[in-house]
């Protein structure tokens, strides 16, 4: 497609239930990024995937959050157990390739809110 | 610890005044640095970026940033805002292009109104 897609736009979810977010990179873009964005906050780098090798999770903030790009194309971040500080827009961006120099594409995002 | 300061959280311009948004950088060794904007209900867009050669980069819409290495700093200036400039910008850093050094940290954003 001509952009980053991802779904859904809106979630809510009750406490303790699991979600899915789903991120459609650019086709052919080999690297593929998630980032959390609180409230009032710059986005917070959770994952990266290069092909469907996930070459870093440092920023995944516990074990409830699982990320897997199987094929290299389309991502999924799970959440596990869902809290009420897991809510904030979820960020995924995809580049070209294994360097920033064009940068990175951006969805729309994900806005998470856990009641 | 790696971080990114932006000094202006809120800045308020009338059209046609100057601006320039403050970003500086702790982070180890060498570094890119962007700043990104995002226009209200619009996602993330890359507004320029720095990597090497020339410290005075030039973006979109006639923004420019320059990277001081001395002062850790890469602020963004316009010489003259429209009202359509009205966005959240962001300053950000990584390390390069190594597999582990790819992550953006980020600023907190400095939300700019440009009244008419």
């Known amino acids: 497609g001509a952009g980053v897609s991802q779904s859904p736009r809106y979630k809510v979810a009750k406490r303790g239930q699991d979600v899915a977010l789903r991120c459609d990179p650019i086709?052919?873009?080999?690297?593929l990024f998630w980032y959390q964005q609180a409230l009032g906050q710059g986005p917070e780098f959770l994952t990266y995937?290069?092909?469907?090798?996930?070459?870093?999770k440092s920023g995944l903030p516990s074990d409830r959050f699982f990320a897997e790009r199987p094929e290299g194309s389309v991502s999924t971040l799970k959440i596990q157990r869902t809290q009420q500080e897991d809510s904030a827009v979820y960020l995924c961006?995809?580049?070209?390739?294994?360097?920033?120099?064009?940068?990175?594409?951006f969805g729309s995002g994900t806005r998470l809110t856990v009641v | 610890a790696q971080s990114v300061s932006q000094h202006n959280h809120h800045v308020i311009l009338s059209e046609a005044a100057s601006l320039e948004l403050g970003c500086n950088y702790s982070?180890?060794?060498?570094?890119?640095l962007f700043w990104y904007v995002q226009y209200p209900g619009q996602h993330l867009q890359l507004l320029l970026k720095?990597?090497?050669?020339d410290p005075l980069v030039k973006g979109i819409k006639g923004f420019e940033a320059e990277f001081i290495k001395s002062k850790f700093s890469f602020n963004l200036r316009r010489p003259s805002v429209q009202w359509s400039d009205t966005a959240e910008y962001f300053c950000?850093?990584?390390?390069?292009?190594?597999?582990?050094?790819?992550?953006?940290?980020w600023g907190l954003g400095t939300s700019l109104a440009v009244n008419p």
């Open positions: 961006a995809s580049s070209s390739g294994t360097w920033d120099y064009y940068g990175y594409t």
């Open positions: 086709s052919g873009h080999v690297s």
């Open positions: 995937f290069q092909n469907e090798a996930q070459l870093d």
């Open positions: 982070y180890g060794g060498t570094v890119n």
């Open positions: 720095y990597f090497s050669g």
């Open positions: 950000a850093v990584n390390g390069g292009n190594a597999g582990n050094n790819r992550k953006l940290i």
